[in-house]
Structures are given as structure tokens and as C-alpha cells.
């Protein structure tokens, strides 16, 4: 943890916030491989990817893309037989995947094992940025097959709330830390006030909002635990309350799933 958490430390302020993809960026998973060969470059944070070469992907057989023959203007590039090929977009997971869940989460570990402000400040750098565009990237990976597409990030649906409990355990553990009051990328508000509105906040409504739908399955619990997660931090009892006592929360999902021999 701290070793990972220290090769950031050594990372510029002004080049972190140079890796954060765009208000609007495209994130994908990259299903649809390689045009030239077929092959596949991973997904996410094990995507063949690298800081060193930014807005690339390279393939399991070595083809770097976008390429001149395959351009890529940052919403994808389109075969001939219609498919789309979304080699930044797959990029930009691989780098928001880095930076919350491994950049940010051994920094803000780093934090509770030392108290080293140093941790603190870079892991609520990086917290207020992805904050600043997490409510404009509304749309999840762009390849997940539903319509419409939804999500926050890279992560579709349900998932969502697979990283906002992340997000939320990242905050709360530098809660203290004074760097949260330094001034947002954000403008108007402190970092705190960024991540509290623009990320936690609007991961949870999302999920609470998804979670109306009902269902007893993985992914309403998934929602259910994202609310909750973000209100028991914010102190927003009505996610609590559902997640515990609602038609689909934690009692009806155990007496409905678990097997009674």
C-alpha cells in the first residue's frame, strides 16, 4: 500500500489532473476488439494501456490503436460492417480505473495507516477531479449492451454502485484531512463540498433512483448498497431506511434468496 500509494505521491499535481478524461468522455469496455486481427486488449484497469501513451490501446497480438488507418476522435471508429471499435474510450476506463481504484484508494489507505497529509492531499486532488466530471459521464461504458445507455464513468448500471462504495470508503477515510477545504476544481465550492454534491450524492440518488425499480437479484443489491454506503456517510437517513426495511432491502432479499435447508 504504501509503496503504490508513494510512486503517486512522486507524480505532479498538474500531471494528474492532465490524465482526467473530459466532461462527457467516452468509457468503454472495448467488446469489439481488434479491427485488424480480432483480438482483445483487456478491460478496464487490465487493459493494455499505458500513461506513457496516452489515448492508445494495444492488442493482444501487438496492433497499436487508434492508428492512422483507424482513427479515433475520442467517441470511436466504425468498421465496415457497422461496428464500432472504441479504442479511447477504452483508454479512458483503463485511466479512471487507475485513478480511484488504485491511485486514490492506497493513497487515502496510506493515510489511515500514517497520517501523513501528504497521502490526504494527493487522494483529494484526485477525488475533486474525478468529482468535477463524475455527473457529465452519465452514460457508463458506451458498448454495454442496453439502450438507453446508463451509468456513471466507465461502469454501467448497477455497477455504479460497485465503485461508489469505493468512492465512499476513500473519502471517508481523509474526511479529516484540511485538504478537503482547499478550493475545488469545482468553482464555488472546497473539495469537500465537490465530492460530497457532484460524486457521492449523485452516485447515490442514481442508485436509490435505479432501485426503485425492484427486483430480489445481485444487481438490486448492488444498488441498495451504494445508497447506503454514501448515506451513511452523508448522513441521508431515507438510503438507510431502504436499503434495510424496503420492499426489496436486506430482509426481503434474505428471505427470498437463501435457501431454507
Not at 467488446?31 to 506513457?52: E, L
Request: glycine share 10%.
Amino acid at each position: 500500500i504504501i509503496g503504490e500509494a508513494d510512486s503517486w505521491l512522486a507524480s505532479t499535481d498538474e500531471w494528474i489532473l492532465a490524465q482526467v478524461p473530459a466532461k462527457g468522455a467516452c468509457f468503454a469496455y472495448g467488446f469489439t476488439g481488434c479491427p485488424i486481427c480480432g483480438a482483445q486488449w483487456g478491460i478496464w484497469d487490465k487493459a493494455r494501456a499505458s500513461f506513457d501513451d496516452p489515448g492508445r490501446v494495444t492488442c493482444d497480438n501487438g496492433h497499436v490503436l487508434p492508428n492512422p488507418d483507424y482513427p479515433d476522435n475520442g467517441t470511436g471508429w466504425t468498421g465496415a460492417d457497422g461496428r464500432i471499435h472504441y479504442f479511447v474510450g477504452s483508454y479512458n476506463a483503463w485511466v479512471i480505473e487507475k485513478l480511484t481504484l488504485t491511485a486514490a484508494e492506497n493513497l487515502a489507505c496510506a493515510y489511515s495507516l500514517t497520517g501523513d497529509e501528504r497521502y490526504a492531499e494527493k487522494a483529494s486532488l484526485i477525488l475533486d477531479a474525478v468529482a468535477a466530471i463524475y455527473p457529465y459521464c452519465d452514460k457508463g461504458s458506451w458498448d454495454y449492451p442496453s439502450n438507453p445507455p446508463s451509468g456513471r464513468l466507465d461502469r454501467p448500471w448497477y455497477q455504479v454502485a460497485r465503485v461508489l462504495v469505493h468512492l465512499v470508503d476513500h473519502y471517508d477515510r481523509i474526511y479529516h484531512s484540511p485538504s478537503l477545504d482547499k478550493p475545488s476544481l469545482t468553482p464555488g465550492l472546497s473539495r469537500r463540498g465537490n465530492i460530497e454534491d457532484n460524486m457521492l450524492r449523485n452516485g447515490a440518488l442514481y442508485c436509490y433512483e435505479q432501485s426503485q425499480e425492484g427486483g430480489l437479484n445481485n444487481g438490486e443489491a448492488d444498488y441498495l448498497r451504494g445508497a447506503m454506503a454514501a448515506g451513511i456517510c452523508l448522513g441521508i437517513p431515507e438510503y438507510i431506511q431502504w436499503a434495510v426495511d424496503g420492499p426489496f432491502g436486506i430482509h426481503s432479499l434474505l428471505e427470498n434468496n437463501v435457501g431454507r435447508d
